[in-house]
């Protein structure tokens, strides 16, 4: 490939509800632009097009980590310049840090001759996470590299599981309020009930299934979360309006994304999917908090990379 290459990076729903920590979906829009460029002089020069004041010392920079952990897997000393425009604003529960994070991995390996594997990929760009949230998790960056809904069956070691899915319409509200990740994870309870537990891994199968077999009814049956969502919702406001509304509407079911704090909800169809978005603008107008929008589908390729001019 090219020196120098632009890269687009996913926006991601981690956790899908049920699945904390081991599933997690692409997303056509919004996504991040990057540019990673070969350089002569070894090491990394982060230079940032947006507005987001992200740090540019590549130790500090989720990017930078996944790139130095990259790096030294390589053993040969390289340099990469890497400008970097996020369109995913850091805080939204999108899967900020991880489009961050594969996006740069995934360029460098291409500028590269792609010596690494995707497994490989995600393994440094679980460098990003940990420095973003303390721990290394995949929900976010699986998906954003192989595509579509992906299981992390195990990280220690890496098992990523790619699924088959059906058409889905997907609907985010990002309220405009920042919940950390590494926040939402401290409030979690350190144990969990055995028919809680019982309750939770028959949802994660069910939906697995479903997925698989293109069974709608089933999908929508199992985006039940009775571990995480109880605890977290508490930070968004009009988190249960916004779930109540949308299945009236005809929504198959969603939950949080990620950590929060938007809210995301699965339809068969853009008609679906739509009223959802007009009804939780309607939600977060009457109680005055701005928001943003999306109604987008699932992205089953992943990271796209152009040849940069
Ligand atoms: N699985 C992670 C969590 C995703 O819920 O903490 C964070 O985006």
């Known amino acids: 490939m090219a020196n120098k290459i632009t890269i687009h990076s996913p926006a991601t729903v981690a956790n899908m509800v049920c699945g904390f920590d081991v599933l997690g979906f692409a997303v056509n829009d919004p996504f991040d632009i990057m540019y990673i460029e070969f350089k002569v002089e070894p090491g990394i020069t982060i230079v940032n097009e947006d507005d987001f004041n992200l740090p540019t010392d590549p130790q500090q920079n989720v990017a930078g980590a996944a790139l130095l952990a990259l790096m030294e897997a390589y053993e040969k000393p390289v340099g990469f310049k890497l400008t970097i425009n996020k369109q995913i604003k850091p805080g939204s529960g999108v899967g900020s840090s991880a489009a961050s994070s594969a996006g740069a991995v995934v360029g460098a390996n291409a500028i590269l001759g792609n010596p ?17 949230s303390g721990v290394k998790h995949a929900d976010n960056i699986a ?14 070691p890496l098992d990523i599981i ?8 997907v609907t985010i509200v990002h309220p405009q309020i920042e919940v950390r990740t590494a926040d939402a994870r401290s409030i979690l309870k350190q144990q969990i009930l055995l028919k809680d537990a019982i309750k939770q891994w028959g949802n ?16 929508g049956r199992s985006l039940e979360d009775v571990l995480i969502e109880p605890t977290r919702s508490i930070l968004i406001p009009a988190f249960d309006q916004v779930k109540k509304i949308s299945k009236e509407l005809g929504a198959l079911g969603g939950g949080i994304s990620g950590s929060g704090p938007s809210i995301f909800m699965l339809s068969t169809n853009e008609f679906t999917a739509k009223s959802v978005e007009i009804a939780m603008g309607q ?18 390729n992943g990271i796209q990379l152009m040849e940069a001019s």
Do not use: W
Request: include cysteine; charged fraction near 15%; glycine fraction near 10%.
């Open 116 to 132: 690494f594997s995707k497994e490989d990929l995600v393994r440094f760009a679980m460098n990003g996470e940990k420095l973003a």
């Open 143 to 156: 998906p954003c590299i192989y595509g579509g809904v992906t299981l992390i069956r195990s990280v220690f």
């Open 162 to 169: 790619k699924l088959t899915v059906p058409d889905l319409y």
């Open 204 to 219: 994660i199968a069910g939906l697995v299934a479903g997925l698989e077999q293109g069974n709608y009814e089933l999908i």
């Open 283 to 300: 939600i977060y107008d009457s109680i005055g908090l701005s928001y943003h929008t999306y109604v987008t589908t699932i992205n089953t």
